[in-house]
């Protein structure tokens, strides 16, 4: 996600840095750099002028120029701007005065709005409120045996009265139902069509005023760029929306339709959706998304995953075993798993500042592939090998990788990178320090 943009600002403020003194000359060279990574990557070009403008006004100003780092107060301004454009702070989700909450989810064929309900649906369960499922696409072949397939994976019940039924009574029955039986939120997947017509307009028009939603949602699809943005201003005229979802985030290197839409809509992107499996929705910080543009990471959401995916009682286990020596090749595999579980190592490496960039330069970061191969390797011991690792003789590692389908040098190169880490817990005893969980220098954990 923003992977081309990202390496072009950075690219543009390292020149700035180098500068021994800032004129308004190199700065409007910097900010024509700016203006085409930003068109490049696909952000409405009205946006990217205003926000030039901006950016410009300021940083001409004596405050910058005459400051002891003028390259500095630049990327500052650009990062402050950036935050303003994409909607100052996050807006999370409201809620009803009395329940139940009702979010109706709209747009188009192909955008991920079943998927996007099901993860909506994974993220209110979370927060201990029933939630019902209301399938009230009924053209779209499969779609209700979709949202029911998915709200068994998510364990929530699913409303789907049938095809043969008319969508605006469906969403109506089915507050109804909401009301008698006391659910905590309803969510409608509404039908969506392969363009805006005005039959589809009309009918969500009618779902609106028979329902009254607490929250319209755009479901929109990041990787359609400008066209999103587009989508984005058509179904806001139409129907006033609340916010957006954007799906598919992590696919689009270019990021054009999460910095443009605030501004171009006057609504804010919500929640975004990463892959298609069904994790919940995430919300969307401005601030922290800024940041990670411009390379500087963003810690406070990698903490904030680690907290949800691994319990604290698992943390302070796993603490426990690497002080006391106890840690071994099991532990290990699932150490794997819990970060797994945070996303790809891309993903992580890019939220820790100055490390994405870093580890792609100095080989540090391990692709799925290697992963996958640690695992197979570990998987090949018996209980007793990976309890016990220096039981492993020469026969025995040679088992293990063809077992794995690996090299005897990369089961002993998992062997030796193992004990090494284990020896460095030991030191960080000594010297009264706690280990973290986390990655090493080189081709696999540590």
Do not use: W
């Not at 085409?36 to 409405?44: F, G, H, R, T």
């Not at 926000?51 to 100003?61: A, L, P, Q, W």
């Not at 009230?136 to 979709?146: E, T, V, W």
């Amino acid at each position: 996600m923003f992977d081309n943009l990202s390496d072009r600002l950075q690219g543009v403020f390292k020149k700035l840095r180098g500068q021994a003194r800032l004129t308004e000359s190199n700065i409007s060279d910097a900010l024509r750099e700016v203006r085409i990574a930003l068109l490049e990557a696909d952000v409405n070009f009205r946006v990217v002028k205003q926000f030039i403008n901006r950016v410009s006004e300021r940083s001409v100003g004596a405050d910058v120029l005459k400051s002891l780092t003028p390259g500095q107060q630049v990327i500052k301004i650009v990062h402050q701007e950036l935050i303003n454009l994409m909607g100052r702070t996050a807006e999370p989700l409201t809620r009803a005065p009395a329940p139940p909450t009702v979010y109706m989810l709209v747009g188009l064929q192909g955008s991920g709005k079943t998927t996007s309900c099901g993860k909506l649906a994974r993220m209110i369960a979370g927060e201990k409120r029933k939630t019902l499922l209301v399938a009230a696409d009924i053209y779209r072949p499969a779609a209700i045996d979709q949202l029911k397939t998915i709200g068994k994976q998510v364990g929530v019940e699913v409303y789907a009265p049938g095809a043969e039924y008319d969508p605006v009574d469906i969403c109506r029955d089915a507050v109804s139902k909401g009301k008698a039986e006391l659910f905590d939120t309803v969510i409608l997947d509404t039908a969506g069509r392969l363009h805006i017509d005005t039959a589809l307009m009309d009918e969500l028009k009618n779902i609106r005023k028979a329902v009254n939603p607490q929250e319209i949602l755009l479901v929109a699809d990041a990787m359609t760029g400008q066209d999103a943005v587009n989508i984005a201003m058509t179904f806001n005229t139409d129907l006033d929306i609340s916010g957006v979802i954007l799906t598919k985030l992590d696919g689009d290197a270019r990021g054009g339709a999460a910095l443009s839409i605030k501004s171009a809509t006057g609504k804010p992107v919500k929640l975004v959706g990463m892959g298609e499996k069904l994790t919940p929705l995430e919300p969307f910080h401005p601030d922290r998304m800024a940041s990670r543009i411009l390379g500087m990471g963003d810690i406070l959401s990698l903490i904030e995953k680690a907290e949800k995916e691994i319990s604290e009682d698992d943390r302070l286990k796993m603490q426990q075993k690497l002080l006391d020596s106890s840690f071994n090749l099991e532990d290990f595999k699932k150490q794997i798993g819990q970060i797994q579980k945070l996303g790809s190592m891309e993903q992580i490496m890019s939220l820790i500042p100055g490390m994405g960039k870093m580890a792609k330069m100095q080989g540090m970061m391990p692709s799925e592939k290697e992963i996958h191969q640690v695992v197979a390797i570990i998987d090949s011991m018996t209980v007793e090998e990976r309890r016990h690792p220096k039981i492993i003789s020469t026969s025995r590692r040679r088992r293990i990788a063809a077992g794995s389908g690996t090299t005897l040098m990369d089961v002993n190169r998992l062997l030796k990178q193992f004990e090494q880490t284990r020896k460095m817990m030991k030191n960080f005893k000594k010297i009264g320090g706690k280990p973290k969980m986390g990655l090493g220098k080189g081709k696999f954990f540590q």
